[in-house]
């Protein structure tokens, strides 16, 4: 009977001392940041080779629970992944840290976006395309001869003129006050003002 016991006690030390030691949990806490102290928002934190971890809040912080001896992959957008293990044998339940993220430059490759969907579209358009006139080109058009004498067959008197002819006016009333008025033939003005009349199309038969 002794050697039966002693059988069943010695099975059970044996199965006893089988089984794995499962690590001690422990509340991690901490806060991600740059190199300048900033926080670093939305940075997942994740034990490697499982579905556990977290996500930090717009302020860097963040705090799960983990086991000792996980090893954390720590990534966020912008930044270089870095990795980080619990200790083990920790006095307490809890362990905070604060975790300093290096930057990293990310380089997309070059996407070229086209609005037509085939090459024979695209040549049909460019072949199409009518360009606007650049300053240049409407500068050049306003400077072509015919375009200035256009103008200035159109231009309107401006003051200095409308002054002058004015003033012509008043002095060949004055001279001829009293008197016979002179016959209009031989009056410039009035010469001027039939060639401009007649130049703007007054004596067109009007339909």
Do not use: C
Request: zero cysteines; glycine letters at 4%.
């Amino acid at each position: 009977m002794r050697t039966l016991l002693s059988a069943l006690l010695l099975v059970a030390l044996t199965s006893a001392l089988a089984q794995p030691v499962q690590p001690a949990l422990v509340q991690f806490s901490g806060v991600v940041v740059t190199d300048s102290l900033a926080p670093v928002p939305f940075t997942n934190i994740l034990v490697r080779n499982t579905y556990r971890g977290t996500m930090s809040d717009v302020y860097g912080y963040f705090s799960f629970v983990a086991q000792e001896g996980d090893t954390l992959i720590f990534s966020a957008v912008g930044f270089m992944r870095a990795q980080y293990v619990i200790p083990t044998g920790l006095p307490e339940n809890k362990y905070s840290m604060i975790h300093v993220m290096g930057r990293d430059t990310v380089q997309l490759r070059e996407l070229s976006v086209y609005p037509w969907p085939s090459r024979e579209q695209f040549r049909e358009a460019f072949l199409a395309l009518r360009l606007p006139a650049d300053d240049y080109q409407l500068t050049m058009k306003n400077l072509s001869p015919a375009e200035m004498v256009q103008r200035m067959e159109s231009l309107p008197p401006d003051a200095y003129q409308s002054f002058q002819y004015q003033m012509a006016l008043d002095r060949t009333r004055l001279y001829y006050s009293g008197g016979t008025p002179s016959i209009n033939l031989f009056n410039p003005i009035a010469w001027a003002q039939f060639l401009q009349a007649w130049q703007n199309g007054a004596f067109k038969k009007k339909d």
